[in-house]
T-cell receptor, first 110, second 114 residues
Framework: RKEVEQDPGPFNVPEGATVAFNCTYS??????FFWYRQDCRKEPKLLMSVYSSGNEDGRFTAQLNRASQYISLLIRDSKLSDSATYLC???????????FGQGTTLQVKP | DGGITQSPKYLFRKEGQNVTLSCEQN?????MYWYRQDPGQGLRLIYY???????QKGDIAEGYSVSREKKESFPLTVTSAQKNPTAFYLC?????????????FGPGTRLLVL
């Protein structure tokens, strides 16, 4: 089993749609969690950190379920500019070594 | 401007040649990392360093070497022992203070074998 697993997609959705991505992780002792966004042929950029209580940033909401060991990202009112690959990232310890999922690709269509 | 720079943007390697990828940061971050990304795959850790003059192997260190002589710089050498070097190489840095381990990435270097 991979340490961090994501559905690679692609998810093809119309503008304005709501889309959700899930990510599962194998190490129950994992300490911190992140979602990164990566545009084609570019570097990953931090989208948001995921806190135990869940957090929201505009149209984006991240949730953490420690009991089931999954993290979710919800995007509301999708924009064309949201088209990208979304990377689920887990820190399984305090070493600073992050584990990256393979990414979920989102295509928002007009 | 604070940030991470990588050079060159594109690099071509001939058979049997060693090449060095540059990574510099002015964020005063203690930790620096090198990742490799292949098409359709996640990032894989090559080497990382949490302090000057010290570094550790990641998951795929074979065929690579690094040095950390200065806090700001963490160059990666792809040696001739790396038989499949074509990939997108990403350098990252992070502060190790507190519980924030967010890693910030440079723009990457694409390495191609001639």
């Amino acid at each position: 089993r991979k340490e961090v697993e994501q559905d690679p997609g692609p998810f093809n959705v119309p503008e304005g749609a709501t889309v959700a991505f899930n990510c599962t992780y194998s190490n129950s002792a994992s300490q911190s969690f992140f979602w990164y966004r990566q545009d084609c042929r570019k570097e990953p950029k931090l989208l948001m950190s995921v806190y135990s209580s869940g957090n929201e940033d505009g149209r984006f909401t991240a949730q953490l379920n420690r009991a089931s060991q999954y993290i979710s990202l919800l995007i509301r009112d999708s924009k064309l500019s949201d088209s990208a690959t979304y990377l689920c990232v887990v820190n399984p310890s305090n070493t600073g070594k992050l584990i990256f999922g393979q990414g979920t690709t989102l295509q928002v269509k007009p | 401007d604070g940030g991470i720079t990588q050079s060159p943007k594109y690099l071509f390697r001939k058979e049997g040649q060693n090449v060095t990828l540059s990574c510099e940061q002015n964020l005063n971050h203690d930790a620096m990392y090198w990742y490799r990304q292949d098409p359709g795959q996640g990032l894989r850790l090559i080497y990382y360093s949490q302090i000057v003059n010290d570094f550790q192997k990641g998951d795929i260190a074979e065929g690579y070497s690094v040095s950390r002589e200065k806090k700001e710089s963490f160059p990666l050498t792809v040696t001739s022992a790396q038989k499949n070097p074509t990939a997108f190489y990403l350098c990252a840095s992070s502060s190790l203070e507190g519980v924030e381990e967010t890693q910030y990435f440079g723009p990457g270097t694409r390495l191609l074998v001639l």
